[in-house]
């Protein structure tokens, strides 16, 4: 998909700093978390977006040794009016965009009223 449509994925994809064009738009409940931790140059990071504000919140779920880290593949339900984007690194490049949207936050996310 192509941000520069929507407005309001345009907007999500500069709060997060993320200036490529591509994305993907995963439409579901839960998320499982994966790759918290460096391994061969690639690490995601997991970012909270309140679709009403675009406030952006990263939590630190990367720790010092892999094997410490609670957070690696653990399932989190999606609350509502929260959106959660994966980024990172991939091989030492900035990675794609993975955006995850709740069913019923998904017009909110893209910038259409609900009917």
Known sequence: MDYRSPKE???????LGYR?????????????L???????GSRSVYTAI???????????????HPMNN????????????????KTGTFMGKPSMLYLYVRPDNLMAAIGQETV
């Not at 994925?9 to 709060?15: D, R």
């Not at 609670?70 to 984007?85: D, M």
């Open 70 to 85: 609670a957070a690696e593949g653990v399932t989190v339900e999606l609350p509502s009016g929260t959106a959660l984007a």
């Open 20 to 32: 490529r064009k591509k994305y993907a738009l995963y439409v579901t409940e839960r998320v499982t």
């Open 50 to 64: 309140d679709l009403a504000t675009g406030h952006a919140s990263t939590p630190n779920l990367s720790r010092p």
């Open 9 to 15: 994925i345009a907007a999500i994809c500069k709060s």
């Open 34 to 40: 994966q790759g918290l931790n460096w391994s061969g």
